[in-house]
């Protein structure tokens, strides 16, 4: 199985601040990354797929990046709503696999 | 508009059997991939298992740690979707997610249910 480790795992920032979180992956996934944002006692929310094509209704201020494996997700001028925690996966083998996840933290 | 919506959790022996149920509405179901994924206490996310659409013959995949266990079917005429839990376990404790892939490409998970609930205690 493919395993995806995100980095860090914990990251706390203020509002404004453009963050990065890093997903690498144990073995070539071509493009096939998605991440994701949850919110507490919330289902996950699609933010961008294939690395970094925006789901519709994702704000600008995310992006995504990256090939084969080492991918990553920015979010510029972080605003309160974004404080949540982002999972990676990798859909290009099964089993399909996410990353341990990223909790942002207010600072 | 696209929804989801599960049902079945509860309360299991280990080594009992749960059914899981995700009835959909506002798309068809048989043009579409269907996943499970589940989420254990405090813990990230696993995916479970992949239904494909009935042009690609509802052919489907399981994760490893469930595959042998858990069985993924579907009806159609009841726009549902189904998780067949055997043989569980205590580390099957988890929320169970039913989620419609991206139409089209299936390569990003792009509507959730809201979950439902299973935890396997004696």
């Known amino acids: 199985d493919i395993q995806l480790t995100q980095s860090p795992s914990f990251l706390s920032a203020s509002v404004g601040d453009s963050v990065t979180i890093t997903c690498r992956a144990s073995?070539?996934?071509?493009?096939?990354l998605a991440w994701y944002q949850q919110k507490p006692g919330k289902a996950p929310k699609l933010l961008v797929y294939v690395a970094s094509t925006l789901q519709s209704g994702v704000p600008s201020r995310f992006s995504g990046s990256g090939s084969g494996t080492e991918f990553t997700l920015t979010i510029s001028s972080l605003q309160p709503e974004d404080f949540a925690t982002y999972s990676c996966q990798q859909l290009n083998s099964y089993p399909y696999t996410f990353g341990q996840g990223t909790k942002l933290e207010i600072k | 508009e696209v929804q989801l919506v599960e049902s079945g959790g509860g309360l299991v022996q280990p080594g009992g059997s749960l059914r899981l149920s995700c009835a959909v509405s506002g798309f068809i179901i048989s043009d579409s991939y269907m996943d499970w994924v589940r989420q254990a206490p405090g813990k990230g996310l696993e995916w479970v298992g992949r239904s494909r659409n009935k042009a690609n013959a509802y052919s489907t995949e399981y994760g490893a740690s469930v595959k042998g266990r858990f069985t993924i079917s579907r009806d159609d005429s009841k726009d549902s979707l189904y998780l067949q839990m055997d043989s569980l376990k205590t580390e099957d404790t988890a929320i169970y997610y039913c989620?419609?892939?991206?139409?089209?490409?299936?390569?990003?998970?792009?509507?959730w249910g809201q979950g439902t609930t299973v935890t396997v205690s004696s």
């Open positions: 073995q070539g996934i071509n493009s096939y």
């Open positions: 989620i419609r892939p991206i139409f089209g490409s299936a390569r990003g998970l792009a509507v």
